[in-house]
């Protein structure tokens, strides 16, 4: 099939979303794969020392184009899933793994890389070369190439349904959160919800030809109520609803999580040991900053025994406050979101939703692209492509003197059919080719609140912040300058430190100088007042302490179901369940409803790339953190700071260590007391 025939067979620009189906799907993948198969073989099967130009660079062209491919694809089943698309990605997904699988353990190559290693002419070649060199060696070991033929074939039967119960996971998840939903006729059984929100509910049910409100466990309408609704019913409907999803305890038991859990895990320790390491733990932190699971354990178990007196001095506070004002004997777990607002709003005299009304989607994006354009020399202008929703927006980025940078996508709105959560991914990924440079395009993808009915769509300032957060991993991606495919943009960065771009750009969130320029009232026009500024920041550690300790149980318990925990009945942890729950003795303050499954939706875990790795985002703070101070003290919008932050860790990629890339920046380790002081949890003297 040519590629006129098939768009997801043209690469002559961007994915051409306006023409692509499901349909196109197989063909285009069959054809992909073919050509990648040819190239493997004839580079395996040449004669002569091999070069970079005869082994790396033909690899590097068809894989590209197969990687390509198969994003778009993987991209329209996270973001418009249908029954068609869901089913041919399915079907093609077996085919991606099984082939990879099978790249990593081909000895042919492994022992041309070996050899081309070897060669005096290897210290010739650039360090991002030599990087990529090296990291294919590593990843031939990690990949099975050593193995026996019979253990080759073992790993790979592992790896192609360790790839379908993800995928099934991610699906019994999304598909819970779409079939429930909560409808109500009287207005009066949503007293307190936000009034956009309402508006909304309203519209849902309109567009199924109900009367009254419709609410679903989509972010947008999901949090909204647990926060503000006053009907603590509906608030215990909908915790509950959210917090069994894809469980024992969910609407269908075909969405069970349960036993995908209990597979994944068996799964993984068998592949961990059929390369020889002693748990998956190992495995997975064999391309990461951190040596040893030890090390990540004394690092979470530390940074816990300095936060949790400041958990345990919110939660008291909260329980309290919830007694003696608002006549809650108990604090049920539905009632944490909705006590919190009231108490921060009463000691701040803050007010969430009245902030929101400050930030319109383009004076938000307005915001984000002025403080890109100032740090980073950069143009950022809207564009055109074709796009797979009508909402999505499109953006080009210049250099100071006009040179095309790249391109990203921004998919904003929550929406039936999106996988939820907010991230970001490769489209195409930079490299240079014999004839021209492949410049970056990314996908940002989030689940905000949408337009409702004439007025534009406005953010919290939570919601801000997660647009910042998923546009430092977009800069990473698209202001590299690695040529070599494989280490540019985010490509071969380690793990842990993949999200040291993305919580850095947290911190300009927090800066006046930027909010008043990024602000206006959606009605009056107005910008938010100074005061209104000093409010929210005198309330930006609000509960630090509590939002810590959920952030390092979450990784605390990935950690240790990954290291120690072997599945069977006679240790201290007989289900991943029992560790959960210890692990919460140790380490949270608020207590968990009998009924929370939250581990059946854990998607970074069990359906993501975090497994063994969900330390990152608190090891990567840390990194954010320090990084962040060298702003603080030459000026947040510094040109100067700026470029250095751009040159030493944006530009690199994965061309060298992360660490090495932030010594370079900082010129010095990081220090975890940047992080604690941005926290305030520091004792007060």
Request: hydrophobic letters at 40%; a negative charge.
């Amino acid at each position: 099939m040519q590629a006129n025939d098939n768009p997801l067979l043209d690469f002559s620009g961007l994915p051409r979303f306006d023409a692509i189906r499901p349909e196109h799907v197989t063909p285009a993948i069959d054809a992909l794969l073919a050509d990648a198969r040819a190239t493997v073989e004839h580079v395996a099967t040449a004669d002569g020392a091999p070069t970079w130009d005869t082994l790396v660079e033909p690899l590097e062209e068809s894989l590209d184009h197969l990687d390509r491919a198969w994003s778009t694809v993987r991209h329209l089943n996270a973001v418009i899933s249908t029954p068609a698309l869901r089913d041919t990605h399915n079907e093609n997904l077996g085919k991606i793994v099984d082939f990879h699988t099978g790249l990593a353990q081909d000895l042919r190559l492994y022992a041309k890389y070996r050899a081309l290693r070897e060669q005096p002419a290897f210290a010739s070649l650039s360090a991002a070369q030599r990087r990529l060199i090296d990291n294919e060696l590593r990843d031939f070991k990690l990949g099975g190439a050593e193995l026996a033929d019979a253990d080759k074939a073992r790993f790979r039967a592992l790896q192609e349904e360790l790839a379908d119960l993800s995928t099934r996971f991610d699906d019994h998840v999304l598909d819970a959160t779409n079939a429930w939903a909560h409808y109500c006729d009287d207005e009066r059984e949503l007293a307190g919800v936000p009034g956009d929100v309402v508006m909304a509910a309203r519209e849902a049910a309109e567009a199924e030809g109900r009367a009254g409100y419709k609410l679903t466990l989509r972010m947008p309408c999901y949090l909204p109520v647990l926060r503000y609704a006053r009907n603590r019913d509906l608030r215990r409907r909908l915790h509950e609803a959210s917090s069994t999803r894809a469980s024992d305890l969910g609407a269908k038991i075909e969405w069970d999580n349960g036993p995908l859990i209990a597979r994944i895990l068996e799964l993984r320790r068998e592949s961990a040991k059929l390369l020889g390491y002693a748990n998956y733990a190992q495995v997975s932190l064999v391309p990461k900053m951190v040596d040893h699971p030890d090390e990540v354990v004394a690092f979470l178990r530390d940074f816990a025994r300095r936060a949790r007196p400041f958990a345990e001095r919110d939660y008291a506070e909260l329980v309290r406050f919830a007694r003696t004002e608002l006549d809650l004997a108990e604090l049920a777990p539905c009632d944490v979101a909705f006590a919190s607002e009231l108490l921060k709003a009463r000691r701040y005299a803050f007010d969430e939703q009245e902030l929101r009304q400050y930030f319109p989607e383009d004076a938000v994006l307005a915001g984000l692209f002025r403080v890109v354009e100032t740090i980073y020399g950069v143009r950022i202008t809207a564009a055109q492509a074709p796009v797979w929703h009508p909402t999505v927006r499109f953006f080009a980025i210049h250099d100071g003197n006009g040179v095309p940078v790249g391109s990203f996508y921004f998919d904003l709105y929550a929406r039936e059919g999106k996988q939820g959560g907010a991230w970001m991914d490769d489209a195409i990924n930079r490299r240079r080719t014999r004839d021209t440079l492949q410049r970056p395009v990314a996908y940002l993808t989030c689940n905000l609140s949408a337009p409702v009915g004439e007025r534009p769509a406005t953010f919290t300032h939570d919601e801000v912040i997660t647009i910042f957060h998923e546009f430092g991993h977009g800069l990473h991606l698209l202001l590299t300058q690695v040529d070599v495919a494989g280490v540019s943009g985010i490509q071969g960065v380690e793990w842990d430190a993949v999200e040291l771009p993305s919580q850095f750009m947290e911190n300009f969130c927090w800066e006046w100088d930027v909010l008043r320029h990024m602000t206006r009232h959606v009605d009056s026009g107005a910008p938010l007042p100074r005061e209104f500024f000093d409010r929210m920041l005198a309330a930006k550690n609000f509960q630090i302490g509590m939002g810590t300790v959920r952030q390092l149980e979450m990784g605390l318990f990935d950690m240790l179901l990954h290291d120690q925990f072997d599945g069977t009945q006679d240790t201290p942890w007989p289900t991943p369940q029992a560790l959960l729950d210890a692990v919460r003795r140790e380490v949270a303050v608020v207590p968990r409803a009998p009924y929370d499954r939250f581990m059946h939706a854990f998607g970074h875990v069990f359906a993501g790339g975090y497994a063994a790795g969900y330390y990152s985002y608190q090891w990567a703070e840390v990194l954010s953190a320090d990084a962040y101070g060298m702003f603080e003290e030459e000026g947040v919008l510094s040109p100067a700071a700026g470029a250095r932050f751009r040159d030493e860790i944006l530009a690199r990629g994965g061309s060298r260590p992360a660490l090495e890339s932030f010594v370079a920046f900082r010129g010095r380790p990081p220090q975890l007391d940047a992080l604690l002081r941005h926290n305030g949890m520091v004792a007060s003297s």
